[in-house]
């Protein structure tokens, strides 16, 4: 059964890079025809995708976040990380990581992990 | 750009009673269409991909149907374990979800 941990830190001062690895087990990063993403949900609202990575490096940001986002994968340690620079308080929110089948639909999630950005 | 809507925001259904929930498109996405289920503190979870397809291990009460822009969930006698957010989302570009649909107890 493919499981999916979110880890880093879960409080971030304003203007600084949030920082989280996905640790993947169960399965491996390098299969093929997979993305790996990354969504957040703001306390008490819905659902954004933040952008996805494949095992080759290849990856896609949203166009909202794409100049603050960087998306990484360490195959040799099986998991993907994700970069959010000049962070503000509306970058508070819940982050999962998520498999989906190429671009597809996430059908594993991790548990997620709350990150407060305060001074 | 693409924007999804989804209603009623809020439901109120009676445990065994049918639910329906819409989700709409503001253009064409094909049958490139999910629903989850979030309960609170709870990840999202995959209910029905391809519009219509029911992901592994989901009960058969939960059904999805339409194309284009116009998308139903059905869920046909609502069980306790039921009552939560419900989450459309299209993937023929770039992921994107609604804002969301409470089911919650009458």
């Known amino acids: 059964q493919l499981q999916l941990q979110e880890s880093g830190s879960g409080l971030v001062k304003p203007s600084q890079t949030l920082s989280l690895t996905c640790a993947v087990s169960g399965g491996s990063i390098s299969s093929g025809g997979y993305s790996w993403s990354w969504i957040r949900q703001p306390p008490g609202k819905g659902l954004e995708w933040i952008g996805y990575?494949?095992?080759?490096?290849?990856?896609y940001y949203n166009p909202s976040l794409k100049s603050r986002l960087t998306i990484s994968v360490d195959r040799s340690k099986n998991q993907f990380s994700l970069k959010l620079s000049s962070v503000t308080a509306a970058d508070t929110a819940v982050y999962y990581c998520?498999?989906?089948?190429?671009?597809?639909?996430?059908?594993?999630w991790g548990q997620g992990t709350l990150v407060t950005v305060s001074s | 750009e693409i924007v999804m809507t989804q209603s009623p925001a809020t439901l109120s259904v009676s445990p065994g009673e049918r639910a329906t929930l819409s989700c709409r498109a503001s253009?064409?996405?094909?049958?490139?269409l999910a629903w989850y289920q979030q309960k609170p503190g709870q990840a999202p979870r995959l209910l029905i991909y391809g519009a219509s397809t029911r992901a592994t291990g989901i009960p058969a009460r939960f059904s999805g149907s339409g194309s284009g822009t116009e998308f139903t969930l059905t869920i046909s006698s609502l069980q306790s374990e039921d009552f939560a957010v419900y989450y459309c989302q299209q993937y023929n570009n770039w992921p994107l979800f609604g804002p969301g649909t409470k089911v919650d107890i009458k």
């Open positions: 990575i494949y095992h080759s490096g290849s990856t």
């Open positions: 253009q064409s996405v094909s049958s490139n």
């Open positions: 998520a498999r989906a089948p190429f671009e597809y639909y996430f059908d594993y």
